[in-house]
């Protein structure tokens, strides 16, 4: 078993920054990928950054440029560093750990005002 636990959310105007923080612990030798998720109100969980084992990020078109995904092998933590955010980043943002199955925190939510 893996327990993933997020923080670092909150309220930010647009134009401005965020960081969200993740760790993880348990079981992790299974485990190959860390990445951010976020669910806006209505709509599907979406996968925004990840990076595996190696270093080899990816990130979805709507936050590339904006958003810079870290990790932390050796602490087993995954950092989110949110920059010039969109109203539309508003959801609540999950970290998601995969290896084999997917572990899952409990969210944080992220408020963008205009």
């Known amino acids: 078993q893996v327990q993933v636990v997020e923080s670092g959310g909150g309220l930010v105007q647009a134009g401005g920054s965020l960081r969200l923080f993740c760790a993880a612990s348990?079981?992790?030798?299974?485990?190959?990928?860390m990445g951010w998720y976020r669910q806006a109100p209505g709509k599907q969980r979406e996968l925004v950054a990840g990076i595996t084992n190696g270093g080899s990020t990816s990130y979805s078109d709507s936050v590339k440029g904006r958003f810079a995904i870290s990790r932390n092998n050796a602490k087993n933590t995954v950092y989110l560093q949110m920059n010039n955010m969109k109203v539309e980043d508003t959801a609540v943002y999950y970290c998601g750990v995969a290896g084999g199955t997917t572990y899952w925190g409990q969210g944080t939510q992220v408020t963008v005002s205009s």
């Open positions: 348990g079981s992790m030798f299974s485990i190959y990928f």
